[in-house]
């Protein structure tokens, strides 16, 4: 499995940016995976933002993005989303999509779980 990120760049706070992530080399159909993004500012550690589970269901966001954010899938185009508005200066950080087949919802946040990532695309909120 191969995830390629893209949509990131420079914004103004309280805009909008859209990520996207397409998976390429799936041995299974897309809807079967999980889909994830994470991210990832200078001198912290990686942390959870949105994830899209198999075959639907409600999606789950970390506490910092709800409401803001927003992580939709087109499962005929292999590809996810990132919808990402009012942002802000503290949601600058290099996003990074995941991926995996075999994860429980109460593991969605965790970023071991998963045994695919993309490369990452870097966001820049300025103030």
């Known amino acids: 499995v191969q995830l390629q990120a893209s949509g990131g760049g420079l914004v103004q706070a309280g805009g909008s940016l859209r990520l996207s992530c397409t998976a390429s080399r799936l041995t299974y159909s897309s809807s079967s995976y999980t889909m994830a993004w994470f991210r990832q500012a200078p001198g912290k550690e990686r942390e959870f933002v949105a994830a899209s589970g198999r075959y639907g269901g409600t999606p789950v966001y970390a506490d910092s993005v709800k409401g803001r954010f927003s992580i939709s899938r087109d499962n005929a185009k292999n590809t996810a989303y990132l919808q990402m508005n009012s942002l802000k200066p503290e949601d600058t950080a290099v996003y990074y999509c995941?991926?995996?087949?075999?994860?429980?919802?109460?593991?969605?946040?965790?970023?071991?779980?998963?045994?695919?990532w993309g490369q990452g695309t870097q966001v820049t909120v300025s103030s």
């Open positions: 995941a991926t995996d087949r075999t994860l429980i919802r109460s593991s969605f946040g965790a970023a071991n779980a998963y045994d695919y």
